[in-house]
C-alpha cells in the first residue's frame, strides 16, 4: 500500500498544478476581455483611471486598463423629453393654479454631466419649477391663460443658459396643462356661456337685420320697375295714338288734296262745315243756329255729296 501511495503521490501533484494554471488562464482571459468596451452609436463612456477622470470614449471598440480605468457613465446623446408633475404657481392677481411642463433636451458634454451635478435630473426639475413660478408671479391670470409661447420662450432660455455648466442642451420647453382653481373654471365657463349667446344674440339681429334691408332694397327695386314699366306703356300708348292721330290727318290731308284736285273747294268747305254741325250736335243740351240760308247750304251739301260719289265711282274704273 505505502508503495502505491508514493507511485500516485507526484500524479496528483502535477494534477493540482494543471488546474491551478487552468483557473488562472481563464481569469486572465476573462480579465483581458473585461477589458476591451464596445460603445454603440449616440453614446460616449467616461473612464476614471485610479479615481481621476480620464477621457471620454466614443463609438467603436476601446481597451482600458484592469483595476487601473474604471468605467463612471454611459451617456446618451439622444434628445430626452422630460414630463414633470404639475407645480403650484401664483399669478400676479393671488390666483393659485397648477402648472405642469415638458422638457425637451440634450446631452452635448459627457464630462460636464457626469462632474457638473449629483442628479441632473433632478436639477433640471427644480429649476425648471422655480422658473415657472418667477415667471408666473409677473403675469396676471388672463395673461397666464393666453402667453403659452411667452412662457415657453422665456422657461427654454433661462433653463438653457442654466444648464450649460451641466453639459445640457434645453432645445424646446412646453407648457402641458394650466388648471386654475375650481371657482375660477366656472366663472369661465360662466362668462364663456355668455359670450357665446352674445354672439348669438349679435348673430340673430344682424341675419334680421339684413334680411329687413334686403327686403326694403326689394321693395324699392320693384317700385322702380313698376313705375319704368307704367312710364313705358304711356309712352308706347302716346306713340301709338300720335300715329294713328298722324294716319288720320294725313288720310284727310289726302281727301282734302284728292278733293281739290277735282276742283270742288267750295263745296267740300261747306259739307265739312255741315260735319263739323252734326259733330256739335251730337252733344247734349245743345242748340243750333240755323242760319237763314239754310237752303243753299243744303243744296250746296247735295252737290259736295254727289261730286263725291262721281269721284269715287271715277277711282274705281
Known amino acids: 500500500m505505502k508503495l502505491i501511495e508514493l507511485f500516485l503521490a507526484p500524479i496528483a501533484i ?3 498544478a494543471v488546474t491551478g494554471i487552468i483557473v488562472g488562464i481563464v481569469i486572465l482571459f476573462i480579465i483581458f476581455a473585461l477589458s476591451f468596451r464596445l460603445v454603440t452609436q449616440t ?23 484592469p483595476v487601473f480605468d474604471r468605467v463612471v457613465r454611459t451617456v446618451s446623446h439622444k434628445e430626452i423629453v422630460k414630463d414633470f408633475d404639475p407645480q403650484p404657481v401664483i399669478t400676479k392677481d393671488n390666483v393659485t393654479m397648477q402648472i405642469d411642463t ?22 433640471i426639475e427644480n429649476i425648471s419649477a422655480t422658473t415657472l413660478r418667477n415667471i408666473i408671479g409677473d403675469l396676471d391670470l388672463d395673461q397666464t391663460l393666453t402667453s403659452r409661447d411667452l412662457i415657453n420662450t422665456k422657461m ?11 453639459g445640457i442642451k434645453v432645445n424646446r420647453v412646453e407648457v402641458k396643462n394650466i ?34 334691408i334686403l327686403r326694403a332694397e326689394g321693395d324699392a327695386e320693384a317700385l322702380i320697375l313698376r313705375a319704368e314699366a307704367n312710364k313705358k306703356e304711356k309712352i308706347l300708348q302716346a306713340e301709338g ?13 289726302l281727301g282734302i288734296k284728292l278733293i281739290k284736285d277735282a276742283g270742288a273747294d ?30 243753299d247750304l243744303a243744296s250746296s251739301i247735295l252737290m259736295a255729296a254727289e261730286f263725291a260719289k262721281d269721284s269715287k265711282a ?3 274704273k
Open 241 to 253: 295714338e300720335a300715329a294713328a292721330i298722324f294716319k288720320i290727318k294725313e288720310a284727310e290731308a
Open 156 to 166: 427654454r432660455e433661462i433653463l438653457d443658459e442654466a444648464t450649460d455648466a451641466w
Open 102 to 123: 415638458v422638457v425637451f433636451f440634450q446631452i452635448t458634454d459627457s464630462k460636464l454631466f457626469t462632474y457638473g451635478t449629483e442628479n441632473p435630473m433632478l436639477a
Open 266 to 295: 267750295k263745296n267740300v268747305l261747306t259739307l265739312k262745315s255741315y260735319e263739323a254741325l252734326a259733330q256739335v250736335a251730337n252733344g247734349q243740351a245743345v242748340k243750333l243756329v240755323v242760319p237763314t240760308n239754310i237752303t
Open 314 to 316: 271715277v277711282e274705281k
Open 43 to 65: 453614446k460616449t463612456v467616461v473612464v476614471e483611471r485610479l479615481g481621476a477622470y480620464h477621457k471620454t470614449l466614443g463609438v467603436g471598440v476601446h481597451f482600458i486598463l
Open 179 to 212: 388648471v386654475p382653481p375650481k371657482d375660477i373654471r366656472e366663472s369661465m365657463e360662466k362668462q364663456m356661456r355668455a359670450e357665446r349667446e352674445k354672439r348669438q344674440t349679435i348673430l340673430i339681429a344682424e341675419g334680421e337685420k339684413r334680411a329687413e
Open 14 to 16: 502535477s494534477t493540482g
